[in-house]
């Protein structure tokens, strides 16, 4: 058991206190079978090893001590002053030691140096009464481990931003007791990717999976702006009883910089499959077990991750209840009952002029 890091493909049970929401999110997706990016989490550990620190928590405690949340300019001054002392405490080389080590095996992992997102998550991320999101930080598309050591302080020191404050004191929140983890997790460098769904949007056949696939980002599927190879399986035979191979003229791909660009696809590319036969079937498999895991009909988002060797680059993005034909069958079943209830009227009115 490492206790400064927590690989999402971890065999142990995922705590909150030690991963925070979002960290324990992606371990329990993970350990459920489903494919998100491959990472890890800097555990809760590893931010009190560094800033538990009895001078640097009074430090703390001396700079907030009468703080006017409504003074703006005071509290931008004094959150920069803690975050700056928390941006230069020592990390004690065991943790140093194993974030190393974590990483190292995730860019092994990936082939290589590629960009990650590092993400903080914090333990306070789903409290019942208060809601979190936004206010600690994530950075995207970071390059090189010392890049990545630099942005796991900064979420470190993201607990005391301005608003994080500000947020804490709105809702009575103390800072006893709180802590934050921080993922590190591939950015997904999407080869081909669209929408799968465990059903057939055409006629609501169930035994049927329909695959929409184009290169590169999936937004173009998504918007309709290029017209996607499309494929539909046997959902118990996993074989492919249709498909359609489109001329896929436009990709969106990542630029490694934090953004994306539109690129003319390049003969004969264009009009090639935007996924192998192997490639079918991993998909399908996965919008099968999405479906089996959350007990309904499903519409996934996935991609082929480029950096990722085959038998792992099939991801999961998103996955999502349809609700097109789901909605037709609570209709269904709404009318149901009126249709039984006047059939009921009709025939007591009946009998009731038969008297």
Same mark, same amino acid.
């Given at each position: 058991?490492?206790?400064?890091?927590?690989?999402? #493909?971890?065999? $142990?049970?995922?705590?909150? #206190?030690?991963?925070?929401?979002?960290?324990?999110?992606?371990?329990?997706?993970?350990?459920?079978?489903?494919?998100?990016?491959?990472?890890?989490? *800097?555990?809760?550990? /590893?931010? &009190?090893?560094?800033?538990?620190?009895?001078?640097?928590? !009074?430090?703390?405690?001396?700079?907030?001590?009468?703080? %006017?949340? %409504?003074?703006?300019? %005071?509290?931008?001054?004094?959150? !920069?002053?803690?975050?700056? =002392?928390?941006?230069?405490?020592?990390?004690?080389?065991?943790?140093?030691?194993?974030?190393?080590?974590?990483?190292?095996?995730?860019?092994?992992?990936?082939?290589?140096?590629?960009?990650?997102?590092?993400?903080?998550?914090?333990?306070?991320? &789903?409290?019942?009464?208060?809601?979190?999101?936004?206010?600690?930080?994530?950075?995207?598309?970071?390059?090189?481990?010392?890049?990545?050591?630099?942005?796991?302080?900064?979420?470190?020191? /993201?607990?005391?931003?301005?608003?994080?404050?500000?947020?804490? =004191?709105?809702?009575?929140?103390? %800072?006893?007791?709180?802590?934050?983890?921080?993922? *590190?997790?591939?950015?997904?460098?999407?080869?081909? /990717?669209?929408?799968?769904?465990?059903?057939?949007?055409?006629?609501? #056949?169930?035994? +049927?999976?329909?695959?929409?696939?184009?290169?590169?980002?999936?937004?173009?599927?998504?918007?309709?702006?290029?017209?996607?190879?499309?494929?539909?399986? #046997?959902?118990?035979?996993?074989?492919?009883?249709?498909?359609?191979?489109?001329?896929?003229?436009?990709?969106?791909?990542?630029?490694?910089?934090?953004?994306?660009?539109?690129?003319?696809?390049?003969?004969?590319?264009?009009?090639?499959?935007?996924?192998?036969?192997? $490639?079918?079937?991993?998909?399908?498999? =996965? !919008?099968?077990?999405?479906?089996?895991?959350?007990?309904?009909?499903?519409?996934?988002?996935?991609?082929?991750?480029?950096?990722?060797?085959?038998?792992?680059?099939? =991801?999961?993005?998103?996955?999502?209840?349809?609700?097109?034909?789901?909605?037709?069958?609570?209709?269904? +079943?709404?009318?149901?009952?009126?249709?039984?209830?006047?059939?009921?009227?009709? /025939?007591?009115?009946?009998?009731?002029?038969?008297?």
């Amino acid at each position: 058991m490492s206790l400064y890091t927590f690989p999402f #493909d971890s065999a $142990e049970k995922p705590e909150h #206190d030690r991963l925070g929401g979002k960290c324990t999110s992606l371990a329990i997706m993970t350990g459920a079978g489903m494919p998100v990016p491959p990472g890890f989490a *800097v555990t809760t550990e /590893s931010y &009190d090893a560094v800033v538990n620190d009895p001078k640097l928590q !009074a430090h703390i405690k001396e700079i907030l001590a009468g703080l %006017d949340p %409504d003074n703006v300019a %005071d509290l931008d001054h004094r959150s !920069a002053q803690i975050r700056e =002392l928390i941006l230069t405490q020592p990390v004690p080389e065991a943790v140093y030691a194993e974030v190393h080590t974590a990483y190292e095996k995730l860019m092994e992992l990936c082939g290589g140096e590629v960009p990650v997102a590092v993400r903080s998550s914090a333990t306070a991320e &789903d409290l019942p009464d208060a809601s979190f999101a936004g206010q600690q930080d994530t950075y995207l598309w970071i390059i090189g481990e010392q890049h990545v050591l630099q942005k796991i302080r900064e979420c470190w020191a /993201s607990l005391y931003t301005a608003r994080a404050i500000t947020y804490r =004191l709105a809702n009575k929140i103390a %800072d006893e007791g709180l802590s934050i983890a921080v993922a *590190v997790q591939k950015m997904v460098n999407s080869r081909s /990717s669209g929408v799968a769904m465990t059903i057939d949007p055409a006629n609501g #056949d169930r035994t +049927k999976i329909v695959i929409d696939s184009s290169w590169g980002l999936g937004e173009m599927v998504v918007s309709g702006e290029v017209t996607p190879d499309n494929f539909v399986l #046997d959902k118990i035979m996993m074989s492919v009883v249709n498909r359609i191979i489109s001329d896929k003229h436009e990709e969106l791909v990542p630029t490694g910089h934090g953004s994306i660009a539109r690129k003319e696809v390049e003969e004969p590319r264009r009009n090639s499959s935007s996924l192998s036969e192997n $490639e079918i079937i991993a998909v399908a498999k =996965l !919008a099968k077990a999405a479906e089996k895991h959350y007990g309904s009909v499903q519409d996934v988002e996935w991609a082929i991750d480029a950096d990722l060797p085959e038998g792992h680059n099939v =991801l999961l993005l998103q996955s999502r209840p349809e609700t097109v034909w789901s909605q037709k069958k609570v209709e269904t +079943k709404i009318a149901s009952p009126g249709s039984g209830i006047e059939a009921i009227t009709k /025939s007591m009115l009946a009998s009731m002029n038969r008297k």
